[in-house]
């Protein structure tokens, strides 16, 4: 998993969601329904045709039956390779700065500027340019920052590049974007690939269509959502790494 949530103190490890998958002639992506012991949550994740985004909104929806006292998010990003190393050189460029430690062994854990919203991960030590057989490449966040109330990010001598969110009480939707490109890259290369195609990122995060198709009569929008139930077996996302 590369995302992990939890509503007023329920981790999502915790809940079965309802899966709905759907296709329309310019889309087609599949939901997740939560209900988060009667706030409503939909994690919806979807390909458009002529992007190589994978474009992912998560989705409060209106009809609470309790309030919403906190919301917290976690994204994480493993740029280059996923397997233990002895050190770490993980950097987070933004439009503004480059995020992260290359210089020593800590992990530096920073507040995203509110204008900060795309985030180029990669690692500075397994870059495809000088280590081919050892790397993969860089990865690539979008992340819409309406709604969400306070964004840090931790990188550096830490497998994950770790994004926490978290979400005021009126929140009622965000999101984002991943991109990773599909055959190993230099870091350098793959930013040169993306920067002419920021704009148009940007504008599909602030207005492209998040929304769900209708579905067939008989189905509702937004699925049938669980009631909270602990899953069987052992979660595969690790404890510390939850919100």
Known sequence: ??????????????????????????????????????????????????????WGAMIIRNERQKPLQEMKVCLWTRPSCNIKRPVWRRTVQTAKRTLGSTA?????????????????????????????????????????????????????NAMDVRFDLELGPDAQEIHFGLWEHVTPIPNQQALDQLRPRLDEYRRWLQG????????????????????????????????????
């Not at 009667?38 to 979807?46: A, K, S, W």
């Open 1 to 54: 998993g590369f995302l992990s949530f939890s509503v007023n103190g329920i981790p999502d490890r915790r809940v079965e969601p309802t899966l709905v998958p759907w296709t329309c002639p310019e889309r087609a992506g599949v939901d997740a329904v939560y209900n988060m012991d009667g706030i409503g949550v939909t994690l919806r994740f979807f390909m458009v045709k002529g992007s190589d985004v994978l």
């Open 208 to 243: 492209g269509d998040f929304t769900r198709p209708s579905l067939p009569t008989g189905e509702e929008q937004n699925g049938t959502p669980l009631p909270a139930q602990p899953t069987r077996g052992t979660s595969p996302i690790a404890k510390e790494d939850q919100p």
């Open 104 to 156: 020593t062994k800590a992990t530096v854990t920073v507040q995203a500027d509110p204008e900060e919203d795309w985030f180029f991960c990669a690692d500075e030590e397994y870059d495809v340019a000088h280590r081919p057989q050892e790397s993969q490449g860089p990865c690539f966040l979008l992340l819409a920052r309406r709604d969400i109330r306070r964004l840090t990010v931790d990188a550096g």
